[in-house]
Each structure stands twice: as C-alpha cells, then as structure tokens.
C-alpha cells in the first residue's frame, strides 16, 4: 500500500482543516487506517484511528474536535480537524496496518506510512 497525504497547512486556533490520504493497492479496504502526528522534539503518537469496518479510536486529546473517516471505493481516508489549538500543531502522517498494530502505537513496527502534512495552528 502507498500512501499521499495532503490538506495541511497554516490555520488561526479555532480554526479547521481537513486531511486526506490517498491509498494505491487494491487491498486498502481490507486495513485499517490511522493519522499519526509528530511534533518538533516528540514521539509520533496517534491521533485517530479506523478499522476495516469503520470503528473508529481517537486519542483523548482531540475527542470531539477530530473525525476519521475512510472511502473504500476511492481509496481515501480523512481526518476532519475543528476548533484546533496551538498544541495541534505538527507533521500529520497517515498510516495503515492491522488494527491492533495501529491501536499499540510503536511507529517502527507500522507497515505504511505516508509522507507526512504540516499542520500549523497559531495562537
């Protein structure tokens, strides 16, 4: 599976933006799929995750400001981000693997990465 993401960019806090990844292969349904974030000096952690079915896991962070969202037909997954914060900020990478590998969270053992976004919330 290879993996683009796009959307990201330079938003006033409260503001919002949408994240999408792009998946090539045709086996993508059958992933689960995740948006990770990287802030400067800190660990990739997890922002939200969906499985294969549409169950979907965030981190409490950003419960009820985020939502993840999958197309199997195109091939796409979405991070819908509201009412962002200065402490959103980072390098958003969309990721895709097992659900429970996704869940677990250790970067190094995640099969498909994507580039990585910039997301940049000013105070």
């Known amino acids: 599976v290879q993996l683009q993401a796009s959307g990201g960019g330079l938003v006033q806090a409260g503001g919002s933006l949408r994240l999408s990844c792009a998946a090539s292969g045709r086996t993508f349904s059958g992933y689960a799929m995740g948006w990770f974030r990287q802030a400067p000096g800190k660990e990739r952690e997890f922002a939200a995750i969906?499985?294969?079915?549409?169950?979907?896991y965030y981190r409490d962070s950003v419960k009820g400001r985020f939502t993840i969202s999958r197309d199997n037909a195109q091939n796409m997954v979405y991070l819908q981000m509201n009412s962002l914060k200065p402490e959103d900020t980072a390098v958003y990478y969309c990721a895709a693997d097992s659900y429970a590998t996704l869940i677990m969270g250790r970067a190094s053992r995640i099969a498909y990465w994507g580039q990585g976004t910039q997301v940049t919330v000013s105070s």
């Open positions: 969906i499985s294969s079915s549409g169950n979907t």
